[in-house]
Structure formats: C-alpha cells, structure tokens
C-alpha cells in the first residue's frame, strides 16, 4: 500500500514504514505528524483511489525522527567583462519523518 501526499509544495511517494525527507515542520523529534493532503491511495489488489484535488478522508501519519538540514548548494554568479562576481550558499531545512499509517 502507498500513497502521493503534498508536503511543502512538492509530491512526495510514501509507504509504510519509509523515511522521507519533507520541508521543516514546527514538530519536536518524536512528535507525531498528519499529512491530510492526500493526492492518490493505492489500496492493495488492484485498487486505486485518486481525489480531485484531494481524496477525502484520506490521511498519513507519521513520527518525526530528525530536524536536519539539507546539502549545501553553491550559486555563483558572474558577469563577464565587468568584474562582478557573487558567491551565495544555501542549505535547506528539512524534517525527516518516518510513515506509521496510511489511512484510506
């Protein structure tokens, strides 16, 4: 059984007992989390349920077990012939979250 959840913008893949890496989220580590934005639920069997944006009373839970950061992404930026260089750093702030339950 798995299911699409969005989280932060972005479309994650989840299925029970994984570790997924999401944008930070105002939880403390071993807090328990819920997803309500459930995009598509694959039920076992061939059973597939897809909402419009979302599948109503659907939901995935899960336990938070680290607030990490991200790597460091490097952005240098140039204009050539005018002696203008810029060297920006970022680093993203992400919550690892490993999935309990699945409800459909």
């Known amino acids: 059984m798995y299911a699409i959840i969005e989280s932060g913008g972005r479309q994650l ?9 999401v944008d930070r989220l105002e939880a403390e580590v071993g807090d328990e989390v819920e997803f309500n ?3 598509f639920v694959e039920q076992g069997g061939g059973m597939f349920v897809a909402g419009t ?4 009373g659907a939901s995935v839970s899960g336990l938070v077990d680290a607030q990490t950061r991200g790597p460091k992404i490097r952005v240098f930026r140039k204009r050539r012939r005018k002696a203008w260089r810029r060297t920006l750093g970022h680093r993203a702030e992400l919550t690892s979250v490993r999935i309990v339950r699945i409800d459909a």
Request: hydrophobic share 45%; proline share 6%; no cysteine.
């Open 37 to 39: 934005r459930v995009l």
């Open 53 to 56: 944006p979302y599948v109503n």
């Open 13 to 21: 893949r989840v299925e029970e007992g994984a570790v997924v890496n």
